[in-house]
């Protein structure tokens, strides 16, 4: 599976941006996919999370009410809306993906994307 990842970019505090991230190689469908990201000098963390058809979703408390994760199985995409962002959120985000299982965490990638840098200035 392949994963490449979009939209990142710089934006001011309270401003917002939308990542996207197109799977190939797997069928979609047959996959739970997430979101993770790694700040300087941090751990990686998950950040959402989305099961294969869409009606499951999980969020880390630190984005709840500020992120959305969301899918769209016929383009094969996976995507972060991100609005009142904060300099804390400055990270690159990954967009990862697992073949789907009943229970949602802990969410234990199969397959990483490349990552795409978000910076979030005050």
């Known amino acids: 599976v392949q994963l490449v990842e979009s939209g990142g970019g710089l934006v001011q505090a309270g401003g917002s941006l939308r990542l996207s991230c197109v799977a190939s190689?797997?069928?979609?469908?047959?996959?739970?996919m997430a979101w993770f990201r790694q700040a300087p000098g941090k751990e990686r963390e998950l950040v959402a999370a989305?099961?294969?058809?869409?009606?499951?979703?999980h969020y880390e408390p630190f984005v709840k009410d500020r992120f959305t994760i969301s899918r769209a199985n016929p383009k094969n995409s996976v995507y972060l809306q991100m609005n009142n962002l904060k300099p804390e959120d400055t990270a690159v985000y990954y967009c990862?993906?697992?073949?789907?299982?009943?229970?949602?965490?802990?969410?234990?990638?199969?397959?990483w994307g490349q990552g795409t840098q978000v910076t979030v200035s005050s």
């Open positions: 190689g797997r069928t979609f469908s047959d996959l739970d």
């Open positions: 990862a993906a697992r073949a789907f299982l009943q229970i949602m965490l802990p969410f234990e990638p199969n397959y």
């Open positions: 989305i099961s294969w058809n869409g009606e499951d979703t």
